[in-house]
Structures are given as structure tokens and as C-alpha cells.
């Protein structure tokens, strides 16, 4: 019992709403549990969401009116969807993955380049990426422990496990992806 709040109880609902007014850093730990979180139309300027052993949604249903400077996001043994993620107007976003399933729909308007860091250990995830957006992928390579697939379009491949569309170069909006795979699989999926 806290400030006359029971949190002990087999039931827990939280209805959280944030101000869209004020810019803001937040910092979620959430434990054990099913989620729902939208933040779409928070300015966020940093972001960290520690998912454990939980269900959950995430969604950036609008865009961030401000540069999310970072976003992390740990994901323990768990199953996770994001929607979205482009709409943060994130510059770097960095996830880990453990024992888990992951849908990350990086959907969303971009501005400016945008760094992405997957490590997925054990899981396995399936990537969407914006077709409209020149993008680099730079993976870690197939092994027989783990697999990266690409769906539908398909970057060019300039180096042994670096892809890049051919509008990349030149581009002010653009997406890096690096992404490592331990003993899971990812499937990328552009779309439009």
C-alpha cells in the first residue's frame, strides 16, 4: 500500500496521460503484465522502455513534434509489437532483444538521418522498413545458429554484409540499420 494506493492486488489498470505541451525525457520499467502504450504526439527527447518478462503494444500513432535524441528499448522474455517507431523522429534507437517474439514497423515521418541498433539473442523478429526512405543495413552475417532474410525489395549488396539502396549516398533523409543476430532469425520487410 502506497499513498493509499493498493499495488499489491492481482489486478492492476493504469491509465497514464502525458502532456503534448512540454517537451519531456521518460523512463518506463515495466515487469510482468500486458501493455498498451501510445506515445504519438509526446515531445520526447529521450526515451527508455525496459520491457521484462510481459505482452505489449507500442505505438507513435503521431509524429514527435521535437528530435528524440535517443530512444532504448530492452525487451526481455517477451512479445512485442511496435508501430510506428518512425514517427518518434528518433536519431538513434537502439534495441535489445532477448527470448522473445518482436514486430517492429518503423513506418512514420523521418526527418533527417536516422541510426538504428537491433540485437535480437534468442528471439526472433520481423523488421519493417519504410521502401520510400534510402536505407543502409549492415548485419553480422548468416551463420548456421541464426539468419537475416530480406523480403521484397532488396538493397543493393556493396559489401560482404552491407546492403544499400542506390539513393543512399547522397540522401539528407536516410536509415542506418545495424543489425545482430545471436541465436535467433529477422526477417526485413519493406513496404510502402
Not at 515521418?109 to 549492415?138: M, Q, T, W
Request: net charge negative; glycine share 12%.
Amino acid at each position: 500500500r502506497r499513498n493509499g494506493l493498493d499495488l499489491d492486488g492481482d489486478e492492476n489498470r493504469w491509465d497514464i496521460v502525458l502532456s503534448n505541451k512540454y517537451e519531456s525525457s521518460l523512463k518506463l520499467d515495466i515487469g510482468a503484465c500486458e501493455t498498451k502504450i501510445d506515445l504519438g504526439g509526446i515531445p520526447l527527447k529521450k526515451l527508455s522502455i525496459n520491457l521484462g518478462a510481459a505482452s505489449g503494444q507500442i505505438d507513435f500513432s503521431k509524429p514527435n513534434p521535437i528530435r528524440l535524441e535517443e530512444f532504448k528499448m530492452d525487451a526481455g522474455v517477451s512479445s512485442l509489437n511496435m508501430a510506428s517507431i518512425g514517427n518518434a523522429n528518433f536519431s538513434r534507437f537502439i534495441f535489445n532483444g532477448g527470448l522473445g517474439s518482436y514486430e517492429l514497423d518503423f513506418s512514420g515521418k523521418y526527418k533527417g538521418e536516422s541510426e538504428i541498433f537491433i540485437e535480437i539473442g534468442l528471439g526472433s523478429a520481423e523488421i519493417f522498413l519504410p521502401a520510400d526512405i534510402p536505407i543502409r543495413v549492415e548485419t553480422d552475417g548468416d551463420n548456421f545458429l541464426s539468419s537475416v532474410d530480406f523480403h521484397g525489395h532488396i538493397p543493393l549488396n556493396i559489401d560482404d554484409d552491407t546492403f544499400e539502396s542506390e539513393d543512399f549516398g547522397g540522401a539528407k533523409t536516410r536509415i542506418i540499420l545495424h543489425l545482430k543476430v545471436g541465436l535467433g532469425s529477422v526477417d526485413l520487410y519493406f513496404k510502402n
